[in-house]
């Protein structure tokens, strides 16, 4: 019993976010007598919802030992591809959402397959890949909001109430996919082998791991993160917006840092992604109580994501 214990005991990594996360709560609960009510903690789950789906996209590739740039840019394509298919065209809803998402999942095949296949690096490819998507979403749009959407897009953003707080069906998703990558990651093969292909490349392929096909099926996956995360986006605004996404490819990567996933592969946990969101969502959320400007919030932000890739390089170097 004692022996297997330990499997269900966070790791280090992941009990570090969960401890500055729960200082911040607490500093904030001194702060403002709002912040501990069950409408305020729904309220950031719903304000960090979108980004949140983005980050486990933004996870799996990180340990890999890559980066992607192109998310944020990848999902604002994928929703006003739903969103224009669905009230220009006429199209099915559903399968409008399903167009939506073959975008992004194209997406990350091609930054996937330029990876792999002409060995770029991660950072100049996404990086490609977003002015890309850019420039195709606001071309296609006309860089305008489309509005009039049918009622069944925003069934994500509709809510239920559990005692005084108020949830989305879209938050429940958001933490079900989480629970789903955590099972990926922890208790399949195709999981352990984005872990060892981030640790050490040449070692999993000479394994017998095809390397090749592991990193492009996880910019895949990650491409279909950012597809479920345009519906998000679109059910919680309740429009297709071309201006959406323009700095959710860095609050993912702060939040993938935050939670503990190491820049350089292999080391990481979906779970302390999770943490990292909600520190990034309470942060934002406690100085927007105490009326700070946004201005801070950006610089504080910043200052956290600093340390805690600071703190993984002096881990990386230790180890």
Not at 189 to 202: C, D, L, T
Not at 257 to 284: A, N, P
Request: some cysteine.
């Amino acid at each position: 019993m004692s022996s297997s214990l330990p499997k269900f005991l966070p790791s280090i990594a992941t009990l570090g976010p969960v401890i500055a996360l729960l200082a911040a709560c607490l500093f904030f609960a001194s702060q403002s007598e709002r912040f501990f009510s069950g409408q305020n903690f729904s309220l950031i789950l719903q304000q960090v919802m979108v980004v949140g789906i983005i980050a486990i996209g933004q996870t799996l590739i990180i340990l890999t030992a890559g980066i992607d740039l192109s998310c944020g840019m990848a999902m604002a394509l994928g929703s006003v591809v739903m969103t224009k298919f669905a009230v220009d065209l006429g199209m099915n809803p559903y399968l409008a959402v399903l167009c939506g998402i073959a975008v992004t999942v194209l997406i990350g095949f091609i930054n996937g397959a330029l990876v792999t296949s002409i060995k770029l690096p991660a950072f100049i490819v996404t990086l490609g890949t977003m002015n890309i998507a850019f420039a195709v979403t606001q071309l296609y749009s006309q860089a305008q909001t489309i509005t009039g959407l049918p009622e069944s897009m925003g069934f994500f953003g509709n809510t239920f109430q559990i005692g005084q707080a108020t949830f989305t069906f879209g938050t429940v998703l958001m933490l079900g996919l989480y629970v789903l990558t955590w099972l990926f990651l922890r208790d399949t093969a195709p999981g352990r082998h984005i872990y060892a292909v981030g640790n050490n490349p040449e070692s999993a392929r000479l394994t017998g791991i095809a390397t090749n096909k592991v990193l492009l099926g996880v910019y895949m996956l990650a491409g279909l993160c950012y597809g479920i995360a345009a519906l998000m986006s679109v059910a919680r605004m309740g429009v297709g917006d071309p201006q959406g996404g323009q700095t959710d490819n860095l609050d993912s990567i702060t939040a993938v840092v935050l939670g503990g996933t190491s820049l350089f592969g292999g080391r990481g946990s979906i779970m302390g992604t999770l943490v990292g969101v909600l520190i990034v969502g309470v942060f934002r959320n406690g100085l927007t109580l105490m009326g700070v400007s946004s201005v801070y919030q950006i610089l504080v932000t910043g200052i956290l994501v600093i340390l805690a890739v600071a703190t993984d390089q002096l881990t990386h170097k230790k180890g």
